[in-house]
């Protein structure tokens, strides 16, 4: 398994203004994600984290939006650009480790408020 | 298209009571992943469970065990002798095997056991 860790654990913003939220992993895993959750929906994927490349966003999300960085195998960045009241909501980081289960542990989450 | 629906919004018991969380997926792969994961009110996604398309056998781990049916696309999930520690949202989530190995999750069910 492997432990992940996210900064800020929650935050409060301005209309307008941008936040970028670390994701640490204590251990090297293959693949990184990150999510939204809505107040009170399901978990959405935001983009898959490539190390050293663009990320892969997923239809509905731009990386002008939420660019996202992963400068190696254990750290990655989110940042929600731009904000507005539409974009409160937790945002989760998880990372695969290599084998075959599949399995994604996640972060703690990020709450953002957007006022 | 790869889709979970997890029919049960909310679920109400009382402690002691057994419960079973309803999870049915549609995926046109012939083998994939189905996962559990509780998300308890501090927001942290916590893994419980994962099954391969190949192994139907049930499993049971405590008071947690799971129904895999393939033949009726159905991963239930049960709790034997609810505790109040039970309550959280729980996600029932589906994967490829292969590729980015994104999850896609069901809607989630509330589950609040009072004492």
């Known amino acids: 398994s492997a432990v992940i860790s996210q900064k800020p654990s929650r935050d409060i913003c301005q209309r307008g203004t941008s936040l970028t939220i670390q994701c640490q992993v204590d251990?090297?895993?293959?693949?990184m994600f990150w999510y939204r959750q809505q107040p009170g929906q399901s978990l959405t994927l935001i983009a898959t984290?490539?190390?050293?490349?663009?990320?892969?966003?997923e239809s509905g999300f731009v990386i002008d939006k939420f660019p996202i960085s992963r400068p190696n195998l254990t750290f990655s960045t989110l940042t929600v650009s731009n904000m507005s009241p539409e974009d409160s909501s937790i945002y989760l980081c998880?990372?695969?480790?290599?084998?075959?289960?599949?399995?994604?542990?996640f972060g703690p989450g990020t709450r953002l408020t957007v006022l | 298209a790869q889709k979970v629906t997890q029919a049960q919004t909310e679920i109400s018991v009382v402690e002691k009571e057994d419960v079973t969380l309803d999870c049915v997926y549609e995926?046109?792969?012939?083998?994939?992943?189905l996962f559990w994961y509780k998300q308890p009110p501090s927001g942290e996604l916590v893994f419980l469970i994962r099954r391969n398309s190949f192994d139907e056998q049930n499993e049971i781990s405590g008071r947690y065990s799971w129904n895999f049916q393939k033949s009726t696309s159905s991963f239930n999930f049960t709790i034997t002798a609810s505790q109040v520690v039970d309550s959280a949202v729980y996600f029932c989530?589906?994967?490829?095997?292969?590729?980015?190995?994104?999850?896609?999750f069901g809607t989630g069910t509330r589950l609040l056991v009072s004492p």
């Open positions: 995926t046109r792969d012939t083998t994939y992943y």
């Open positions: 984290a490539n190390q050293g490349s663009e990320a892969t966003y």
């Open positions: 998880s990372g695969k480790t290599s084998g075959n289960y599949n399995e994604q542990f």
């Open positions: 251990s090297q895993v293959t693949m």
């Open positions: 989530a589906l994967s490829p095997p292969t590729g980015f190995q994104k999850l896609v």
